[in-house]
């Protein structure tokens, strides 16, 4: 390699650098901590959670590794986390589509070795080495492992990941913080307008059509886009996860189409959207820094037709009691579907205005906070992004 790197800096192969793939030992049938490829998050280093299954096959890890989705979209849509949730000398499994990385002793520290999987070197290398047939293309491990890429010493590694770790348990934080603010949100909800209504309606509430409070809009259905490298993003199902929206891994069409035949689907902030096929009821609303944005097919879209029903729609459309009416209602024995017909047909319980107004403002403080949480998290995922090829490639240092 003729590229100048920092002074003690060294070119190394990626398979000289970390273990890939570790051998641990877990017998056949034995219940274990199963990590599934829904539990990955693009982007995000923790683990959101993990099952208790009998192992049967699989690749292995423990804390410290890192787990890398080997296969179509998943690698592509930044699935990686870093393992912490195993206990000392526990060993976890997973499906057979992750890689393993693990640190090498004296080598590698194992938060680098995170932060470099995530990097766009090592992605974009990945991606390209992906193989077979369309749709099921997988990372091939000996093109990875011959990877070469320019390795600080240990102990500016781990000042590195430190630096980075600082951002990512921050943006944990926050994440968290907003977990426990959805939960108090959506059990004052309950309360309000769930609870009460088990007996019969209350005086002063009525029954209603679901179209006479939310104006909802399925997208076109148009499978077969003429994609652009620039213009505006359109909203599909992979973008949706956890109740945010991933415009990072977004397609576009120009903005002479979006602003043209398809002006009519560009989403508005606060927009609520919906997934109506396949996994149904993924949900996310739409905030100011996703925007401009259009919808497309297998998503719905919900805009509340009275400034009070804001909060509540975002609840309602989120509650199990809605789910619940989506999966029992859709149509199609391979696939569920749900669509504008279904919803025609739904009946919703609101309560008087009075008490709507009352909801939310109470309830808006903790929207506001919500918010701003979201906000903090984007730029702090903004600045890690921005320093993680900087740091990487040497251009920007830290001492150690």
């Known amino acids: 390699m003729s590229e100048k790197i920092p002074k003690g800096w060294k070119w190394v192969k990626l398979g000289d650098a970390v273990i890939i793939n570790p051998n641990e030992t877990l017998k056949k049938g034995i219940i274990a901590k199963k990590v599934p490829m829904e539990a990955l998050h693009p982007f995000t280093k923790k683990v959101k959670f993990f099952v208790f299954e009998k192992y049967n ?10 787990l890398v989705a080997r296969i179509t979209p998943s690698l592509e849509n930044g699935k990686t986390v870093y393992v912490d949730l195993l206990d000392d000398d526990e060993i976890g499994f997973g499906s057979t589509e992750f890689i393993v990385l693990r640190e090498k002793s004296g080598i590698t520290d194992k938060q680098f070795v995170y932060y470099f999987a995530i990097s766009n070197d090592f992605r974009d290398v990945a991606i390209k080495s992906m193989t077979g047939s369309s749709g099921r293309q997988r990372v091939q491990n000996e093109v990875v492992k011959e990877f070469e890429f ?35 949100a959506m059990t004052l909800f309950k309360q309000w307008f769930i609870e009460p209504t088990k007996d019969g309606l209350p005086e002063g509430w009525e029954e209603r059509g679901l179209g006479e409070i939310f104006d909802y809009l399925e997208g076109p259905g148009i499978r077969n886009w003429q994609y652009s490298t620039r213009g505006i993003p359109f909203l599909n199902i992979r973008l949706i996860e956890n109740g945010e929206i991933n415009i990072k891994n977004a397609n576009f069409i120009s903005e002479e189409e979006a602003f ?38 297998s998503i719905i879209r919900f805009r509340p037709k009275n400034k009070n029903y804001r909060i509540f729609m975002y609840l309602y459309l989120k509650s199990r009691e809605f789910k619940e009416y989506l999966e029992s209602s859709a149509d199609g024995s391979v696939q569920a579907n749900f669509g504008p017909t279904h ?21 808006s403080p903790l929207y506001e906070k919500f918010d701003n949480n979201f906000f903090q998290i984007k730029s702090l995922e903004k600045l890690r992004d921005t320093l993680l090829p900087k740091l990487m490639s040497g251009e920007v240092r830290v001492r150690f």
């Open 57 to 66: 096959g699989g690749v292995k890890f423990k804390n410290g590794d890192t």
């Open 150 to 184: 320019p390795l600080p010493p240990l102990p500016e590694q781990k000042a590195i990941a430190e630096v980075l770790s600082s951002i990512d348990d921050k943006i944990d934080l926050l994440h968290r913080q907003n977990k426990t603010l959805e939960k108090i």
């Open 260 to 297: 043209g035949k398809y002006k009519k689907f560009l989403l508005q902030e606060g927009d609520v959207v919906i997934s109506t096929s396949g996994t149904l009821g993924k949900y996310a609303i739409v905030r100011k820094y996703h925007l401009p944005l259009l919808l497309n097919t």
């Open 343 to 363: 919803l025609r047909a739904i009946k919703i319980i609101v309560p008087p205005s009075h008490a709507l107004e009352k909801f939310e403002k109470i309830i």
